[in-house]
T-cell receptor, first 116, second 118 residues
């Protein structure tokens, strides 16, 4: 079974509108962390936002917010007021267990295209 | 903030030669670094976990003799693709975790290295 599932291969959004990128995860570990990264065409991985499994509130970072629904095992990324520069691949990732030397497992990604 | 630097960003090599990619943590010590490979339009796949002062841990299906990993210091890990073949052409990217405990949630990535084997 996939650990991270991103069901939207591609998404389009009008500039200045909000968009939600879906992510569901699968783990039996009570401690885990969820990450979202942005990957532009240059290839670099840009960290956007983090949500810990024990965090009571949804994480927010500027225009990015994470809609964390623990019971549903979902961690959707919401980008508000989309900008042309937001066009990129977006990856949801998970770290299982406590912060330590464990790698991230990535979903297949969603390509977001912002339209003027 | 913490930065991970990767070099070279792009490299073209002839089939049969070896290529070394460096991953450096610039302002923090990383006892563990991770190496990923990403084929076009695909996700990042973990290749190996690089441990300072000990042998790397390879994921299933990754040839350790082909992808040599050396973590010689707390700020440097290298990936050497030996006897490269065209099918090794890919985007290779490293990552490292900064800090421990709750502050260790930030995982930084290098800029990545595009390898083309001709």
């Amino acid at each position: 079974a996939q650990k991270i599932t991103q069901t939207q291969p591609g998404m389009f959004v009008q500039e200045k509108e909000a968009v939600t990128l879906d992510c569901t995860y699968d783990t039996s570990d009570p401690s885990y962390g969820l990450f979202w990264y942005k990957q532009p065409s240059s290839g670099e991985m840009i960290f956007l936002i983090y949500q810990g499994s024990y965090d009571q509130q949804n994480a927010t970072e500027g225009r990015y917010s994470l809609n964390f629904q623990k019971a549903r095992k979902s961690a959707n990324l919401v980008i508000s007021a989309s900008q042309l520069g937001d066009s990129a691949m977006y990856f949801c990732a998970m770290r299982e267990g406590l912060p330590g030397n464990t790698p991230l497992v990535f979903g297949k990604g969603t390509r977001l295209s912002v339209i003027a | 903030g913490a930065v991970v630097s990767q070099h070279p960003s792009r490299v073209i090599c002839k089939s049969g030669t070896s290529v070394k990619i460096e991953c450096r943590s610039l302002d923090f010590q990383a006892t563990t670094m991770f190496w990923y490979r990403q084929f076009p339009k695909q996700s990042l796949m973990l290749m190996a976990t690089s441990n300072e002062g000990s042998k790397a841990t390879y994921e299933q299906g990754v040839e350790k003799d082909k992808f040599l990993i050396n973590h010689a210091s707390l700020t440097l890990s290298t990936l050497t693709v030996t006897s490269a073949h065209p099918e090794d052409s890919s985007f290779y990217i490293c990552s490292a975790r900064s800090g421990t405990g709750a502050s260790g949630n930030t995982i930084y990535f290098g800029e990545g290295s595009w390898l083309t084997v001709v």
